[in-house]
């Protein structure tokens, strides 16, 4: 029996590849997204695997019709304005959107019967430099898991890591593989924010995308970070990446950022032991994969 499945912000990096990998595994999928900073050209795959895309913001009144239309079991959420800088520009879009709109999600949801949501969130509620983004993703954490134990409606909430591969832009401040690889296939500057040191764990998009499916079916109530649970630094992924490239440039060097996590890893057991997932691709892999899809190698 066919199953059904709405992606909020569907026509973004990961979104994208969710919904693909959903339609792959039979599923039929609607994706709902603004479009602000997802891009329909994300969905042209899908589209042609009988994924329905439509164009909601999901703090309009239009995405109760949408939801109902679509009468999902599972609605996988991640739309978000999740660029850091972008929320310290306009914090009451941030919050309109990461935490209004998570109500307004979840509430659709429910009323159209879904089975379970998977709320896609961020490391950034830790609150390490206590940013407008990370206190949005935080209080939307907050506010799914209080509302979860007084509705059917099962919940999951997953924390990735440093995200990355094809389809991904150097436009946020987790995205340091797309901006370094975009600016070597470009021949343009690089620039290296403080020493070098800061640490990152970097998961490829596909494994990602496979917890999510996972999570679906098999966690409720739970909260789980993904990741290798490798701690790689910013210097070393720079060398991996001129092996890989062929680049032989230096990079220029800036001040730190101002917050900028020190040291970042996650403990991928919980999400190993409860989904029985386990990431399948390493970072050497996963940047050859996203090197030949920025050049037109495959």
Request: with cysteine; hydrophobic share 40%.
């Given at each position: 029996m066919t199953r059904r499945a709405v992606v909020t912000g569907g026509a973004g990096f990961i979104g994208s590849h969710l919904c693909e990998a959903l339609a792959d595994a039979g599923w039929k999928v609607v994706s709902l997204d603004d479009c602000s900073t997802g891009s329909p050209a994300n969905l042209e795959r899908a589209r042609s695997q009988g994924v329905q895309t439509l164009e909601v913001d999901i703090t309009a009144p239009e995405l109760a019709a949408a939801m109902s239309e679509a009468r999902p079991q599972v609605v996988f959420h991640l739309a978000a304005v999740s660029s850091v800088t972008a929320c310290a520009r306009d914090p009451e879009r941030c919050l309109a959107v990461n935490l209004e709109g998570t109500a307004r999600v979840w509430e659709a949801a429910s009323r159209c019967g879904a089975d379970a949501m998977v709320n896609v969130s961020s490391l950034a509620v830790h609150g390490a430099s206590d940013d407008a983004y990370g206190r949005s993703k935080r209080?939307?954490?907050?506010?799914?898991?209080?509302?979860?134990?007084?509705?059917?409606?099962?919940?999951?909430?997953?924390?990735?890591?440093?995200?990355?591969?094809?389809?991904?832009?150097?436009?946020?401040?987790?995205?340091?593989?797309?901006?370094?690889?975009?600016?070597?296939?470009?021949?343009?500057?690089?620039?290296?924010?403080?020493?070098?040191?800061?640490?990152?764990?970097?998961?490829?998009?596909?494994?990602?995308?496979?917890?999510?499916?996972?999570?679906?079916?098999?966690?409720?109530?739970?909260t789980l970070e993904l990741g290798r649970g490798v701690e790689t630094s910013l210097g070393s992924l720079l060398q991996t990446m001129s092996q890989k490239t062929g680049w032989r440039g230096r990079p220029s060097r800036r001040p730190a950022r101002p917050g900028d996590i020190r040291r970042s890893v996650v403990d991928p057991r919980p999400a190993i032991d409860l989904l029985g997932w386990e990431p399948q691709t390493g970072l050497d892999e996963g940047l050859r994969l996203t090197w030949e899809w920025l050049t037109g190698g495959v």
């Amino acid at each position: 029996m066919t199953r059904r499945a709405v992606v909020t912000g569907g026509a973004g990096f990961i979104g994208s590849h969710l919904c693909e990998a959903l339609a792959d595994a039979g599923w039929k999928v609607v994706s709902l997204d603004d479009c602000s900073t997802g891009s329909p050209a994300n969905l042209e795959r899908a589209r042609s695997q009988g994924v329905q895309t439509l164009e909601v913001d999901i703090t309009a009144p239009e995405l109760a019709a949408a939801m109902s239309e679509a009468r999902p079991q599972v609605v996988f959420h991640l739309a978000a304005v999740s660029s850091v800088t972008a929320c310290a520009r306009d914090p009451e879009r941030c919050l309109a959107v990461n935490l209004e709109g998570t109500a307004r999600v979840w509430e659709a949801a429910s009323r159209c019967g879904a089975d379970a949501m998977v709320n896609v969130s961020s490391l950034a509620v830790h609150g390490a430099s206590d940013d407008a983004y990370g206190r949005s993703k935080r209080a939307a954490e907050t506010f799914l898991t209080r509302r979860a134990p007084s509705e059917r409606m099962r919940l999951v909430t997953l924390r990735p890591a440093n995200v990355y591969g094809p389809r991904q832009h150097g436009d946020g401040e987790s995205a340091v593989v797309a901006t370094w690889l975009g600016a070597m296939a470009r021949g343009e500057p690089l620039f290296l924010d403080g020493d070098g040191r800061q640490t990152r764990d970097f998961l490829y998009v596909d494994d990602a995308v496979a917890a999510m499916v996972l999570a679906a079916d098999q966690a409720h109530g739970h909260t789980l970070e993904l990741g290798r649970g490798v701690e790689t630094s910013l210097g070393s992924l720079l060398q991996t990446m001129s092996q890989k490239t062929g680049w032989r440039g230096r990079p220029s060097r800036r001040p730190a950022r101002p917050g900028d996590i020190r040291r970042s890893v996650v403990d991928p057991r919980p999400a190993i032991d409860l989904l029985g997932w386990e990431p399948q691709t390493g970072l050497d892999e996963g940047l050859r994969l996203t090197w030949e899809w920025l050049t037109g190698g495959v």
